[in-house]
Structure formats: structure tokens, C-alpha cells
């Protein structure tokens, strides 16, 4: 069954979909559309794990696998995110749960025009960013040029990171242990183990109030600035 369009026209992200999604990349000076287009399709398909035999998880709606993305033996299964018409498949259910979770609690403590972050928790390492809250909260708009944060650049030398993060006014972290085994002791012999400048978490650390955290452990953890 076809994903519903989004509030915008715009064709939501399925599994295994290599088509590329662009949150408000048409509006002239955002950040998304500076770095080129947001290829949520390509990150949805990046986050699917193969589980051999697993067939879903309780409560949560899976995505049917799509002809020609399996192996023999392997089952790709993606679950559904969904918040006012906008859908993401991810491929853990924890982080889709967690996910659906989070959503109604950004939007209530923000309002339209308000400034997103979106990370990982340690932003002293950015190997990846779980960019698709973006496409997800359409009336925020994001507070960082590094929409999909790269190793050595969003954490690297001269990078503008820590100012990013201090005129926004939400931000969302996302632990790379928890949201999937694929990140677990990432450990890979280039720029994606090495730590940058610990400036981010103290901007966060003293200007920016936890509100909750979502998901078994702390998948999400949710922000905002203290002084609002």
C-alpha cells in the first residue's frame, strides 16, 4: 500500500526507497536545499538492519518488504513513524517507538519558526545525525548548516557546530549505542573515531534544560532552551 503524501505534496520515505525527499529544501536560504537534497530515502533504506526471521514487533506497523531488496533466507522489516500525515520507516523498532513518542512532545513545547538541532549525544563525534526529524517537524526550522553531520567536518577544525547549536531554540540527541547494533563501538580506521571540540556539549550543558527522554535507556533525549 502506498505512504500518504505529506501536508506539503511531498512523497514520504518507504523502505527501500532510493528516492530522495527534500524537508523545505525549496525555501530560499535553507540550509537543506545550501547542501544539496536531503536524500531521506537513502537514509531510511541505511537504517534497515537484516534480521533473519524476525517478522515485526508488537504495536508497531511494518513496512511489507519491497521486491528485489532481499536475500534469500534475509528479512528487511522497517517500522512506521507517523506524526500529522508525515511517515518515516526506520529499522529498529525501539527507535521508531521511542520516536512516535517524542514527536507530539517537540511539537507542543515549540512553536512554528522555532529553531530544531538534531545530533547525537556525544557531539564531540558526529559520524551521523538522525535527519529525518527534520522532514518529521516541518514548521521548525533547522538550527545547523551539518543537516546530516559527517565525521571531521561537523566536528571538525573552524567548524561553526557549537554556534549552531546555541541559536537554537529545541535540539534532539540520539544515542549511537542504543539506536542500533550498527553503531555499537564504532570503531572504523578513519576521522569517525576521533573526538573534536567538547565546545557543543558545554553550550548544551549550560544553556539547554532536558525535558524527557524516549525509549528504553534513553534512545531520544529531548531539549530545550532554559530560558524560554
Known sequence: MAAASG??????????????VQP???????PAGRLGALRLGELCAHRLPTDRGHRGDPGLEAAPPRAGTERVGY?????????????????????????????????RISKPG????????????????????YYMLPDLDPATYYIEMDPGVANGSGSRLASDLRSADIAILSSI???????????EPNDAR?????????????????????GRGGVYELYRRCNK
Open 194 to 214: 576521533k573526538f573534536g571540540s567538547n565546545r557543543p556539549n558545554e553550550i548544551l550543558k549550560r544553556d539547554f534544560c532536558l525535558v524527557e527522554t524516549f
Open 7 to 20: 501536508p506539503d505534496g511531498v512523497q514520504p520515505a518507504r523502505a527501500g526507497d532510493g528516492r530522495g
Open 75 to 107: 528479512h528487511r522489516i522497517a517500522y512506521k513513524i507517523e506524526y500529522k500525515g508525515r511517515i518515516f520507516y526506520y529499522g529498529r523498532p525501539e527507535a521508531a517507538r521511542a520516536a512516535n513518542e517524542l514527536l507530539p512532545v517537540a511539537d
Open 114 to 133: 522555532d529553531r530544531l538541532f538534531v545530533g547525537p549525544t556525544d557531539l564531540r563525534k558526529t559520524p551521523y545525525s538522525d535527519a529525518y526529524l
Open 24 to 30: 523545505r529544501a525549496h525555501a530560499a536560504g535553507h
Open 177 to 187: 549505542a542504543i539506536l542500533s547494533s550498527v553503531w555499537n563501538d564504532w570503531d
